[in-house]
């Protein structure tokens, strides 16, 4: 950043940075909108909406490893695979209707996601209109709010930007073998599906990207703005709820947006009590780990004395063993004895995080194994009182939703909570209490949903959050902060776009709903802001966004960027109780790293990165649940 020339820093930028994507973004979504306008947004569009931003998020103009690479990691998978993997050009469409993709029968054919976006989408082979005799890939994505064509928009452009800096390094011969080497097996991380041919680079770098304006006008409002936006996506989605609901269910009093696995995982402690001999099933996969987390080191020393920089992909077992390592509780397997409720909570979610993956296979332990197999058994769900009310392949927003009735949580599975929950969870079975939960929704798509199912459900008087969030606090190293989940509790709120106004954000959540979990990594209070796309979450564009909008010493301030912020303020307009606890999400993998694990190939590459981004966060993830469920027990009257 010191060796970037004045002009680009965003310090200079009036308006900001934000503004400025928001702002470009709209414009092109406004092409798209107004029948008069241009018949495609082309790739020179694309490539200009991140003219200036290119440099900074790349750190250096040209291709460079460090910065350029990371951003194609972070924009690839939440595009359709074919904008990487097409032998054609492609042109990008949206449909807002989400019954183009999905009925009531369940997915249509060719109907899919990308590898991280549940959003659907539809790739097929179609002619060009101007030169029949070419063929062109064409890709229908599901605009299921405003911010997902935003968002679109901003991770194609990214893309373009860095395909247009590869073409032309190759066309002057300055892109090395090893370089190119890197970029292919990056370009074949970002394709799922291995029938598909891995495209070579300079192949790749040829392909042209248009998107294409919108068929028929969409009632949405400016991005700035809340109002009574809505979409057919939370439209579809609400009256599937409600469908649900209709079969003598106990009507849900909170909807809950978190994700898939946090809620059924917190829950399912009880499985790790059951006796293995004399020890615990818990005790048992403890000495196990780090028996495999021991033997590996002693294995690695071996393969680095005879190749340097060989590199093995850890087993889940090794991973799960370095994990109980770190936490500076166990040395070997003797250690294990009795610990806190604090740090009980924490490791046992980490066994079921890592232990219960759908790509795991069978342990060769039957005490594992048969583990494995309890949480997996659709009746540990009942035990529990949760049960799926959208399917995913039946979904609008590709993603499940969720129902517990906390009055049909079994007594021996609250008997075996962790003691931080069980008297919250004993609450609210006795109280005979219900509610919703569903994966993070990005952007307005979580307004529109709270509006339509608030519509449709009026039973529901409270939203939870437990939100993903970028995180700056200033004079700090990031990297102290972010060693297994930082907890964030929003205090404060403002909007980055329009005039700074901060107002306090009335959370129900508080400091004794979190402080349990606070023995691992202290909770910061913070001031959230609410961003257009998640990709401005570099610490330097932070630092000089959070610099224009606050006038006093950066040193005591700290900031929180959501997607959703807005969102969740507004649902107090409709009457609706707040409860949020946010968490510190992954940082990108070190960079070093990613070309130390390139040198492998793509699959142990792929391998590497997996486990390294989503070992982060696992902690914060299961602990904010926890915190709102807390909150939300207390706010029960006796």
């Not at 951003?71 to 993997?85: D, M, T």
């Not at 802001?529 to 301030?557: A, C, G, Y």
Request: contains cysteine; positive net charge; hydrophobic residues 40%.
């Amino acid at each position: 950043m010191k060796n970037m020339p004045e002009n680009l820093l965003l310090a200079n930028y009036i308006p900001s940075l934000m503004n400025r994507v928001v702002k470009d973004s709209t414009a092109a979504f406004r092409k798209l909108y107004f029948p008069n306008g241009p018949k495609t947004i082309d790739q020179d569009f694309l490539r200009y909406l991140t003219e200036d931003l290119f440099p900074i998020l790349s750190r250096e103009r040209g291709y460079d490893e460090k910065g350029v690479t990371n951003l194609v990691l972070y924009a690839g998978p939440r595009l359709p695979q074919e904008v990487f993997s097409s032998k054609h050009d492609v042109i990008l469409k949206f449909e807002d209707d989400p019954s183009f993709f999905v009925d009531e029968k369940g997915l249509k054919p060719g109907v899919k996601t990308a590898p991280s976006r549940s959003r659907w989408y539809k790739a097929e082979t179609v002619q060009d209109e101007e030169h029949p005799e070419l063929k062109k890939t064409q890709i229908t994505i599901h605009a299921q709010s405003q911010t997902a064509v935003l968002e679109t928009l901003v991770h194609l452009s990214v893309v373009e930007r860095v395909r247009d800096e590869v073409k032309k390094l190759i066309m002057q011969n300055r892109l090395t073998d090893q370089s190119m080497t890197f970029l292919w097996n990056i370009l074949g991380l970002l394709i799922k599906d291995k029938s598909d041919r891995v495209p070579k680079t300079n192949v790749w770098a040829a392909r042209k990207i248009e998107v294409a304006p919108l068929e028929k006008p969409i009632n949405w409002e400016d991005l700035v703005s809340i109002g009574e936006r809505s979409s057919k996506t939370a439209l579809a989605f609400a009256e599937q709820a409600h469908s649900f609901l209709e079969e003598n269910k106990n009507f849900p009093t909170m909807l809950l947006f978190s994700n898939d696995y946090s809620l059924p995982n917190i829950l399912s402690h009880h499985l790790l009590n059951k006796k293995s001999g004399e020890i615990s099933v818990r005790e048992h996969i403890i000495n196990r780990a780090l028996l495999a987390w021991n033997n590996y080191k002693d294995e690695i020393k071996v393969i680095r004395g005879r190749k340097k920089n060989k590199i093995r992909v850890k087993t889940t077992l090794e991973a799960l063993g370095e994990s109980l390592s770190c936490l500076k509780m166990y040395k070997k397997e003797s250690d294990v004895k009795e610990i806190s409720p604090e740090f009980q909570f924490i490791i046992d979610n980490m066994i079921i995080f890592d232990l219960t993956r759908k790509d795991n296979g069978d342990f060769g332990d039957k005490v594992i194994d048969t583990f494995v197999r309890d949480f997996r058994d659709p009746r540990k769900m009942e035990d529990l009182g949760i049960e799926t009310a959208v399917e995913k392949n039946k979904s609008p927003t590709a993603d499940p939703l969720y129902y517990i009735d906390f009055s049909k949580t079994k007594d021996e599975v609250i008997d075996g909570l962790n003691p931080i929950l069980k008297n919250a969870i004993r609450k609210l079975k006795e109280k005979r209490l219900a509610a919703f939960f569903l994966a993070y929704a990005p952007g307005d798509l979580t307004y529109s949903i709270i509006k339509e199912m608030t519509k449709k459900i009026r039973s529901i008087t409270s939203i939870g959050e437990v939100g993903k969030v970028a995180q700056l606090v200033f004079g700090t190293d990031q990297r102290e902060i972010n060693e297994i989940g930082q907890l964030v509790l929003p205090k404060k709120t403002f909007s980055s776009t329009g005039p700074v106004k901060v107002e306090i954000y009335q959370n129900r959540v508080e400091d004794r709903h979190i402080h349990p979990f606070e023995k691992r990594r202290r909770v910061r209070k913070t001031t959230l802001m609410q961003v257009p796309t998640v990709i401005l979450q570099d610490r330097f564009e932070m630092i000089d966004l959070v610099r224009k909008l606050f006038h006093e010493n950066l040193s005591r301030q700290n900031i929180t960027l959501n997607m959703e912020v807005e969102s969740f303020k507004n649902a107090r307009s409709l009457g609706l109780d707040i409860f949020e606890a946010d968490y510190l999400s992954d940082h990108a993998i070190p960079s070093h790293l990613i070309k130390e694990f390139a040198g492998t190939g793509k699959e142990k590459l792929f391998q590497q990165i997996t486990r390294s981004l989503d070992r982060k966060g696992r902690h914060g993830v299961h602990a904010a649940t926890a915190a709102v469920i807390l909150a939300f027990a207390d706010s029960i009257k006796n």
